[in-house]
């Protein structure tokens, strides 16, 4: 079992990635914001819970977070592994997801970080505002205040995972086969 994090501002590729990840070795796709959508949808009690925060205009805190991808990962016990997206944002989100996986038995091995510089992202996620119809990725401001939500979030991530040894950093510049080709050596695989 595989298990390791996608760490990447918005238009680096990990969605990308991850689906040629998955085609190709069955890894299970731990992304949080679908992990929110489909616990809301269903109507579970963690996504009542979840949803008594977003109501209140609140951030749904890391403990309901981690509880929500401990049922994920409970729900799937034999498999590739896990590619987490979304999640962890934050050293204390980090330091959680680690303490879970290491009680499952299950560690996480290692961190790719997919690198693009900004003009390159705005220029992918303008394109893809006019290919996926995401409104969030067709407004400049918002595609602005998404990067730096990112760097001002990741960044003491890069730095916890590279003293861990986990980190691969991976140029997420050039076709997207020469992009899966760099991740899957990171990975070892």
Known sequence: MLNFVF???????????????????????????????????????????????LDSGLLVPDDVVIRMIEQKLDASPANAGFIFDGFPRTQVQAEALDNLLELKGMPLQFVVLLEVPDSILRERLTERAKTSGRSDDANPEIIEKRIRVYQNETFPLIDFYGN??????????????EIYARIRLSLHI
Do not use: C, W
């Open 7 to 53: 760490l990447g501002p918005p238009g680096s590729g990990k969605g990308t990635q991850s689906a040629k990840l998955i085609e190709d070795f069955g890894f299970i796709h731990l992304s949080t914001g679908d992990i929110f959508r489909a616990e809301l949808k269903s109507g579970s009690a963690l996504g009542l819970e979840a949803k008594g925060y």
């Open 164 to 177: 861990q040894g986990k980190l691969n950093r991976v140029a997420g510049v050039g076709h997207i086969d």
